[in-house]
Nanobody, 126 residues
Framework: HVQLVESGGGSVQAGGSLRLSCTAS?????MGWFRQAPGKAREAVGD????????YVPDSVKGRVTISHDNAKRTLYLQMDKLKAEDTAVYYC???????????????????????WGQGTQVTVS
C-alpha cells in the first residue's frame, strides 16, 4: 500500500522560513498538509490536486504558505515564510486516492477523504 514519508521539520527563528517535503510511494490524486499544536484541533494548511497541480491555501496562512507538487517525484512541498511562534506544531502530510473536490476547503474539512497519513514532523518556531 502507499506510504507517505515526510522530511524537513526542525527549529527555526521567528521570521524565518522552512520547507517540508512529503514523498508518496505510489500514486495519489489529492495531497495536503495539516498541522496540530498541543491542545488544539488539527488545522488544514492547504492541498493540491496532483494531476492538475491546482492548489488551495486557506486565508489563515495565505501569503506565508506555498504548496507545490512534483508529479514525477510524487513529492509534496510546503514552503512556509515569515514564520511565527503560533506556527509551532506537528505537521502532517496526507493523501487521498481520489481527486474529487480537490483542492479546496471542502476537501480539507473532510479528513476521512485523506486515507493516507504521514508520521508527522515537528516544526518549532521561537
Amino acid at each position: 500500500h502507499v506510504q507517505l514519508v515526510e522530511s524537513g521539520g526542525g527549529s527555526v527563528q521567528a521570521g524565518g522560513s522552512l520547507r517540508l517535503s512529503c514523498t508518496a510511494s505510489g500514486r495519489t490524486f489529492c495531497m495536503g498538509w495539516f498541522r496540530q499544536a498541543p491542545g488544539k484541533a488539527r488545522e488544514a494548511v492547504g492541498d493540491v490536486h496532483t494531476e492538475s497541480g491546482d492548489t488551495y491555501v486557506p486565508d489563515s496562512v495565505k501569503g506565508r504558505v506555498t504548496i507545490s507538487h512534483d508529479n514525477a517525484k510524487r513529492t509534496l512541498y510546503l514552503q512556509m515564510d515569515k514564520l511565527k511562534a503560533e506556527d509551532t506544531a506537528v505537521y502532517y502530510c496526507a493523501a487521498g486516492k481520489y481527486g474529487g473536490a480537490c483542492p479546496g476547503e471542502g476537501r480539507l474539512r473532510d479528513l476521512s477523504r485523506f486515507e493516507l497519513w504521514g508520521q508527522g514532523t515537528q516544526v518549532t518556531v521561537s
